[in-house]
């Protein structure tokens, strides 16, 4: 199969991320293009790629005419940069959130299906091989019926206070919308879907939307969630708690292992090796194996809206007095 010709839009963090991620692919893909209105951003990123370098998205959608890209910018311009790229037919990994409402979210989706461009959303821990290991012990019925997955995302976030993630128009909001849909997305692929939420929030830096949040969520199935986030933590924690019937599991992201996992009447902890490269080439794989045979991404559509739902539910709940 011809290798998949791919540009990067937004050439800050992730968007660097994205692309060493596709560099690490050259069977599956060639990158052909960078643009961040940075152009200096751009060609620092394209120049060592062979790619070429633009500070206007719409020019490179014109000019190198890609296949594929990714969406690295900030949540306001997804929408508008999905929208030129589906409009050409051009298949989307757009970051996370997926926009900055779910009415945009809902455009977004729009426009990809009106010009039949493939969309994926980059809930990046999908791809993180100890959350796949957690699925496929859930799925065994090892663990027996899931009834509780607690996660927590920690940390001192220093670009809090003075970068676009704290001015919500252009993020859509504090770390709620930055990081929670994250927890949504791994709370969606353990337990199912959410059918209620309630959520509290808090701001201790000087910033206008919030840098701490909570979040209770209950599945379909009647399982529970709690999810939690802070930027203002000072030791980093990224973990996942999944309790079932039979046994529990414990994914810990600062562990060099797997999934540690105990069932009813273990005395030690099974943990799972850990051998697969980082989730994000595992996710430019996915992204790439889907746009080459035509397959739907995944997750795609359906996963972001119903993250953004679980979202704004949450807003909703939390401005409640
Ligand atoms: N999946 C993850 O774990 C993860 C991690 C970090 C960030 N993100 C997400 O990725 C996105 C970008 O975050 P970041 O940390 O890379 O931000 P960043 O500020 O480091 O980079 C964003 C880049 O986009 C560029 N940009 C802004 N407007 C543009 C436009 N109209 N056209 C082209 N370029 C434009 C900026 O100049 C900047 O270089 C956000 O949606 C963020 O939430 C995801």
Known sequence: MNAVRVAVIGAGGI?????????ALPELCQVVGVADVQLEAA?????PLGASAFADYTELLDAVKP???????????????AAEAALRGVAVLCEKPPARTLAETEALVEACRTHGAPLQFAFCHRFHEPVQQAQ?????GKLGQVIQVYNRFGFRFARAGHSWFTDAETSGGGILIDTLVHSVDIFRALAGEVRRVDAAVGTTLPIAVEDSAAMLVTAESGAVGALTCSWVTPVSEAEVRIYGTEGEAVIDYAQPGGLA???????????????KPNRFIR????????????????????DGLAVMRVIEAAYASARRT
């Not at 968007?15 to 560099?23: F, I, R, S, T």
């Not at 296949?67 to 940069?81: F, G, K, R, W, Y």
């Not at 889907?290 to 739907?296: D, I, M, N, R």
């Open 283 to 302: 996710q430019a794989e996915a992204f790439l194996t889907a746009v080459q045979s035509g397959h739907e991404p995944h997750p795609g559509a359906e």
């Open 67 to 81: 296949d594929a890209v990714s969406i690295c910018t900030p949540p306001n311009m997804h929408l508008p940069v």
């Open 15 to 23: 968007g660097g991320v994205h692309l060493d991620a596709y560099a």
């Open 261 to 275: 996992y105990r069932l009813a009447g273990d005395e030690e902890w099974t943990r799972l090796p850990f051998e």
């Open 43 to 47: 060609k620092a990123r394209a120049e």
């Open 136 to 140: 496929e012990l859930i799925a065994s």
